[in-house]
C-alpha cells in the first residue's frame, strides 16, 4: 500500500534554532517527492521538488534531502523565524501515474517561540 | 494574478442541503483537482479532471459530484449533505498530472460544517 508517514506529528522551537522534519514513504514506482508549507488558514504552497536522482534541494533557508534507497527525506530548517509556524507536508508521487497517486503525508505542525 | 481562487471561504449546512463549491484558476492548467482535508490525515482526493470536460474519481468520491465545463473552472457539488462531509476542501490545480514534476498550485478552502 502506497503510504507517506512524517515525524514528528509536532514541534516547538525556539526562533533562531534549527530543525529537521522526516518524511518516510512506500510509494511506488517513485516518480518524485515535495515538501509543501501549509500556513493556518491557508491552502499549501510548494516548498521544493525532488526527483529519483537529485538527493539534495534548497529553498533559501528550507533544505531537502532525499534517500530513494531508503525511502526517507528530510525537511532542515536553519535558523527558524517566527514565519516559519506552519504545517510542512510531504506529497509523494508515482510514476507514469494517475492523480489518484499523489499520496500526501499528514504533516508535521511546526511552532516557533520567540 | 490570482492563481486559484475557492468560493465560498465558509459555509454552514444542514444535513440534506446541497450546494456546489466553486473552483477558478487563472493559470492555464490543465489538471484539476478537489481534495479534503481532515484532522491528522493527509489531503484525500475527491475527484480530479485532466481537462475541460473530464472528470475523474479520486480516493474519496461518494457524496461528490464535479463538472469541468470550463478549462478555468471545476465545481464540486454535495447533494444531499452529511455530517460526515465535514471538512475543509482545497481545490488545485497543475501544469500536468503528479508524475511530470510540476507542483500543485492550492486554494486557501473552504471550511463546510453540516450539522
Known amino acids: 500500500k502506497n503510504q507517506v508517514e512524517q515525524s514528528p506529528q509536532s514541534l516547538i522551537i525556539l526562533e533562531g534554532k534549527n530543525c529537521t522534519l522526516q518524511?518516510?514513504?512506500?510509494?511506488?514506482?517513485?516518480?518524485?517527492l515535495r515538501w509543501y508549507k501549509q500556513d493556518t488558514g491557508r491552502g499549501p504552497v510548494s516548498l521544493t521538488i525532488m526527483t529519483f536522482s537529485e538527493n539534495t534541494k534548497s529553498n533559501g533557508r528550507y533544505t531537502a534531502t532525499l534517500d530513494a534507497d531508503t525511502k526517507q527525506s528530510s525537511l532542515h530548517i536553519t535558523a527558524s523565524q517566527l514565519s516559519d509556524s506552519a504545517s510542512y507536508i510531504c506529497v509523494v508521487s508515482a510514476r507514469s501515474s494517475s492523480a489518484s497517486k499523489i499520496i500526501f503525508g499528514s504533516g508535521t505542525r511546526l511552532s516557533i517561540r520567540p | 494574478n490570482a492563481g486559484v481562487t475557492q468560493t465560498p471561504k465558509f459555509r454552514v449546512l444542514k444535513t440534506g442541503q446541497s450546494m456546489t463549491l466553486l473552483c477558478a484558476q487563472d493559470?492555464?492548467?490543465?489538471?484539476m483537482y478537489w481534495y479534503r482535508q481532515d484532522p491528522g490525515m493527509g489531503l484525500r482526493l475527491i475527484h480530479y479532471s485532466v481537462g475541460e470536460g473530464t472528470t475523474a474519481k479520486g480516493e474519496v468520491p461518494d457524496g461528490y459530484n464535479v463538472s469541468r465545463l470550463k478549462k478555468q473552472n471545476f465545481l464540486l457539488g454535495l447533494e444531499s449533505a452529511a455530517p460526515s462531509q465535514t471538512s475543509v476542501y482545497f481545490c488545485?490545480?497543475?501544469?500536468?498530472?503528479?508524475?511530470?514534476?510540476?507542483?500543485?498550485?492550492f486554494g486557501d478552502g473552504t471550511r463546510l460544517s453540516i450539522l
Open positions: 493559470m492555464n492548467h490543465e489538471y
Open positions: 488545485a490545480s497543475s501544469y500536468g498530472q503528479g508524475a511530470n514534476n510540476q507542483p500543485q498550485h
Open positions: 518524511c518516510n514513504y512506500t510509494v511506488s514506482p517513485f516518480s518524485n
